[in-house]
């Protein structure tokens, strides 16, 4: 059973927005620092951004600015509000948890794919 689902992807075209969810099946959510990370074709899978329990906040250089990535505890979600969108952002998104530094929780991905 997927303890991780993402979802709110799509096709859009650039300067569209996008809000990805990512909803924890696992009573530990508000102890987790949640990510997002993501894998566009023939490239790595590479780090978005991420929010600690506690709150505190870390993106990309290539997304500050234009994403924004929140929790609700209560929820057990994180989202990823994705505003101005370029076609470089195309990838796989997945949503990650960990408590040691290593995500040990995996999303099974879900397609954003910007058109220009």
């Known amino acids: 059973q997927a303890q991780l689902v993402e979802s709110g992807g799509g096709l859009v075209q650039a300067g569209d927005s996008l809000r990805l969810s990512c909803a924890d099946s696992?009573?530990?959510?508000?102890?987790?620092?949640m990510a997002w990370f993501r894998q566009a074709p023939g490239k790595e899978r590479e780090f978005v951004a991420r929010?600690?329990?506690?709150?505190?906040?870390y993106y990309a250089n290539s997304v500050k600015g234009r994403f924004t990535i929140s929790r609700n505890n209560v929820k057990s979600t994180v989202y990823l509000q994705m505003n101005s969108l370029k076609p470089e952002d195309t990838a796989v998104y997945y949503c990650?948890?960990?408590?040691?530094?290593?995500?040990?929780?995996w999303g099974q991905g879900t397609q954003v794919t910007v058109s220009s």
């Open positions: 990650a948890a960990t408590i040691t530094g290593t995500y040990d929780f």
């Open positions: 696992r009573r530990t959510f508000s102890t987790y620092t």
């Open positions: 929010i600690t329990w506690g709150g505190s906040i």
